[in-house]
């Protein structure tokens, strides 16, 4: 049974993926860099899904806000009295 170069393969193992992070950091633009080079038209289109979403989880927000204040919020919902 040989013994297998632990040392050597997680130096090299390490330096492999310590080298495909700073290619990636170096290479791969930032949100704002993209958001940046982007046309004018595009940038409205992506203004528009974020205000879009935004109001989504407002309006999520509210509801569940409600949900929390309503005092019988806490029972399941086959235990209601009102049918």
Known sequence: ?????????LVAASAFIGGGYIVMRATVPTPEQTYAAMS?????????NRAAR???????????????????????????SRR
């Open 1 to 9: 049974m040989s013994s297998f170069p632990w040392g050597r393969f």
């Open 40 to 48: 004018p038209d595009l940038r409205r289109r992506v203004d528009a």
């Open 54 to 80: 935004l109001a989504r989880e407002q309006a999520t927000t509210k509801q569940l806000n409600a949900q929390l204040e309503d005092p019988d919020a806490s029972k399941p919902v086959w235990a209601d």
